[in-house]
């Protein structure tokens, strides 16, 4: 299993900005399969963004369409989420899975936590 440390969190003014980072390390299966998703206090966790085939395909929640963008370096083993425009509701901690390509979800599944392999301990991002 894959070793996934987010970074990059903090507190934020409403309509600033923030960039997330996601090392992973150890055995890897594949950084073409890896995703970002978040939970606030109360709340079920909830996909925002996923990466598939090395940026071939990407999949953003309604919530954050147009405001976030996910890339990822394979060269240096991470992965980003970039957030513009932020607002008070995305206030929540902020994690990154990964899973095997072989048995990366698509568009119907990815957005379901239950389908992601490995987890980050997550970042807390609070915007006021």
């Known amino acids: 299993h894959v070793q996934l440390v987010e970074s990059g969190g903090g507190s934020v003014q409403a309509g600033g900005s923030l960039k997330l980072s996601c090392a992973f390390s150890?055995?890897?299966?594949?950084?073409?399969?890896m995703a970002w998703f978040r939970q606030a206090p109360g709340k079920e966790r909830e996909g925002v963004a996923m990466s598939k085939t090395g940026g071939a395909h990407f999949w953003y929640a309604d919530s954050v369409k147009g405001r976030v963008t996910i890339s990822q370096d394979t060269d240096k083993n991470a992965l980003y989420l970039e957030m513009n425009s932020l607002k008070p509701e995305d206030t929540a901690m902020y994690y990154c899975?990964?899973?095997?390509?072989?048995?990366?979800?698509?568009?119907?599944?990815?957005?379901?936590?239950?389908?992601?392999?490995?987890w980050g301990q997550g970042t807390q991002v609070t915007v006021s």
């Open positions: 150890g055995y890897t299966y594949s950084s073409d399969c």
């Open positions: 899975a990964a899973a095997p390509f072989t048995l990366c979800p698509g568009q119907r599944t990815w957005w379901r936590p239950g389908v992601w392999r490995d």
